[in-house]
């Protein structure tokens, strides 16, 4: 079992950047695969980037493809989440997810994932 938390979340403004961190409780975070959603107000949780155990495959969301970028430090239990070019509409909490596999990097669904964390709101003014 794994348990997240995320951090760095805040109030920018349009055209800035944020990093976001995921920090995974455990010795055996490098079996699992890792993936980022958002849930924006009055919206589903949706789908932002995944990437594998061992970060040679990521996998993006078409809107934050070029600004987002997935990453993850196996030796700091850490997956992160850069936030370049950011816009109104990337405005939401951002949650970190996590499923235990080294065979695949997960899907855009939620039920790919079996561990969540809190989230971190990201508000981005105009």
């Known amino acids: 079992q794994v348990q997240l938390v995320e951090s760095g979340g805040g109030l920018v403004q349009a055209g800035d950047s944020l990093r976001l961190s995921c920090l995974a409780s455990?010795?055996?975070?490098?079996?699992?695969?890792m993936g980022w959603f958002r849930q924006g107000p009055g919206k589903e949780r949706e789908f932002v980037a995944a990437?594998?155990?061992?970060?040679?495959?990521?996998t993006y969301e078409e809107s934050v493809k070029g600004r987002f970028t997935i990453s993850r430090d196996n030796a700091k239990n850490t997956v992160y989440l850069q936030m370049n070019s950011l816009k109104p509409e990337d405005t939401a909490v951002y949650y970190c997810?996590?499923?235990?596999?080294?065979?695949?990097?997960?899907?855009?669904?939620?039920?790919?994932?079996?561990?969540w964390g809190q989230g971190t709101q990201v508000t981005v003014s105009s």
């Open positions: 455990g010795r055996t975070f490098s079996s699992y695969a």
């Open positions: 997810a996590a499923v235990r596999t080294r065979t695949r990097v997960p899907g855009p669904s939620i039920r790919d994932y079996d561990y």
């Open positions: 990437i594998s155990w061992g970060g040679a495959s990521k």
